[in-house]
Structures are given as C-alpha cells and as structure tokens.
C-alpha cells in the first residue's frame, strides 16, 4: 500500500520541517510514501476564508485518483489512540487498499468539496494545532502506527 500525505504550504520553520523530514524517511521503511506540498494561494490576505478554501480544494481535488482512499486531519474527526490508528492503517492494507490518502489542509480548514470526497476523517487531539505542527505530530503517529504494527518496540505500552 502506498500512502500519499497532502499539505497546503510549505513549512518555513527549520526546525519542524527537519523533524517532518526526519519521520518522512523513517515511514519510507515501511510504505511507499509519498509527501506532496501544494503552494498557497497566493494573495490570500485579500481573499475570504471560504473563497481561500475553494481555492485550495480544486488544487487538492487534483492531486487524488478516484480509486484513492481520502483521510482528512480534521478537528471534528474520530480520535484515535495510537493503537487504534495503527489497527486503521493495518486494516487498510488487509483491504488492498492501493493509495491511501492524508490531507492536512490549510489555516481555515477544508471546502465543502474535500469533505464530500473524503472517505473518512480523523482528529490527533481534541486540541487545536496550528497546521505546521500537525505535519510532525500527524508524521511521528505514522512512524509509531508501523512499528506497532511491526511490534517494534519504538512504542511502549
């Protein structure tokens, strides 16, 4: 199975994008992986929110096959524990999934349109992150969920 991990912006902060790095390399062992970053809009400060999301939504809505399973990073998602995302990744392999696929959207969240298109969505915290640092958080919990998987012992119960 491969796994494809959508983001709107690129990550201007060093330090967090070489621990997305880091992880990145880490899911490489386990998945095809892949991690594509879709530019922001540019002159977004003169758009509302809504017209920033459907911007972003027809970039987005581009980059998916229609055979792909789409997960958003959504605050309103299930919240998992590790375990439990570690059994959701396992159970789409066992599905033959072929491409599942992760969105993290921009600072205002996702269109209507990605909603709809969207298999499933899943929150990391009952919390709110800003979108940057969900990138190292959303990235670790997907290195932690192969080893569990593996019973590597980088997660300890």
């Known amino acids: 199975m491969k796994i494809r991990l959508i983001q709107i912006g690129k990550t201007d902060d060093k330090s967090i994008q070489a621990l997305v790095d880091l992880y990145h390399l880490r899911i490489k062992k386990y998945h095809p ?5 879709i530019p922001d809009i540019k002159n977004s400060k003169n758009l509302q929110a809504e017209q920033q999301k ?5 970039l987005i809505l581009k980059q998916i096959s229609t055979t792909d399973r789409v997960i958003l990073l959504d ?3 299930l919240t ?3 375990v439990g995302f570690a059994k959701f990744i396992e159970q789409q392999a066992l599905q033959s999934v072929k491409t599942l696929v992760f969105i993290i959207g921009g600072p205002y969240g996702f269109d209507q349109s990605v909603y709809q298109r969207a298999n499933e969505r899943i929150a990391l915290s009952k919390m709110t992150f800003s979108h940057q640092l969900v990138r190292v958080i959303f990235a670790e919990q997907l290195y932690r ?3 569990i998987i593996k ?7």
């Open 33 to 37: 992986f892949e991690s594509l970053i």
């Open 54 to 58: 459907k911007l972003e939504a027809e």
């Open 75 to 77: 605050e309103n998602g």
């Open 80 to 82: 998992p524990d590790s």
């Open 145 to 147: 969920a192969n080893t």
């Open 151 to 157: 019973k590597e012992p980088y997660h300890h119960v």
